[in-house]
Structures are given as structure tokens and as C-alpha cells.
């Protein structure tokens, strides 16, 4: 059985992975508005992510006999001052979504609940590279500013992003 501090806390970052997918898919519908499907792709696959990140904890509370809970997921932006902005604004997310799960490791830890700390060294892992490739394509977009051809470049490479979903063993 989870301790109910750990359940609690893995329902408010289930909440808060959906709340990530909701974030990126309104910004995936940002870059639609532009006409910047590449952008938009990129999006799309990333707000795919941030769904199976949240049905994994999903899946571990079941797991774990817990009890699922889903309250209101918060409405995100709609509108940015420019791509440069919309990736900032991914950068700064993601970094604030690992304090979150360095916070739920740190309370594992306090529990001495080693099967979800064991847990929850998956997303330590990812949350590297979500920083890397969210700061990656910001110095990108940053680079092509507002130039026609930079920008064209750029939307054709992040419309390859393709969505791989997790081994379910993972
Ligand atoms: Fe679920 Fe982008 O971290």
C-alpha cells in the first residue's frame, strides 16, 4: 500500500502531466493559428508525451492499489509574443516540472519508500531530456528569428517529430 502523502502527491503530478499535455496542445493549436505546422507537429508529439507521462503514474497507482483521483486541469495560455517566447515558456516549464519530481523523489526518500523512489528515477531521467531537447530547439528557434527561410527550414525539421511511446516495461 502507498503511504497517502505519496498517493496524494502522485495524483496532484498526474494533474500536473495533464496539465503539461493541455499546455503543449494549446500551443500546438498557437503555431496552427501561424501557419507553422512543423512547429505545431513538434507540439503535438510533446503534448503525446506529457499523456503517457501521466498515465504511467496513472498506471503505477493502480499498481500499487491507490486510488486515482482527477480534479479540474487548469486552462493554459492561448497566445505568445512569438516562437521565441513559446519556447522559452517550454524551457521554464520543464524545468519547473523536474523541482516537481525531485520534490516527490524527496518524499519517497522521507518515507522510506524505495519502490516509488525506484519508480520515480524513470522521470529523473526524463526530465533531462526534456530540458535538453526543449533548451535545444529554443536555441534553434532563436537562431532563425524572424527570417522567411530559417524559419521554413525549421518547421520542415520539427515536422519530423514523431511520437514513440514508453516500453510499457518503462
Ligand atoms: Fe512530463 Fe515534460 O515532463
Known sequence: MLNKKMEDAINKQLNAELYSSYLYLSMAAFFESKDLSGFANWMQVQAQEELSHAMKFYNYLVQ??????????????????????????????EQMVT????????????????????????????????????????QKVKLAGDAPSGLFMLDSELGQRVFNPPAPAE
Request: avoid cysteine; charged fraction near 25%.
Open 99 to 138: 523541482g516537481l519530481i525531485n520534490d516527490l523523489v524527496d518524499l519517497a526518500v522521507s518515507l522510506g519508500d524505495h519502490a516509488t523512489n525506484n519508480f520515480l528515477q524513470w522521470y529523473v531521467a526524463e526530465q533531462v531530456e526534456e530540458e535538453e531537447s526543449s533548451s535545444g530547439v529554443l
Open 64 to 93: 500499487r492499489g491507490a486510488r486515482v483521483t482527477l480534479p479540474q486541469i487548469d486552462e493554459p495560455p492561448a497566445e505568445w509574443e512569438s516562437q521565441v517566447a513559446v519556447f522559452e515558456h517550454v524551457f521554464e516549464h
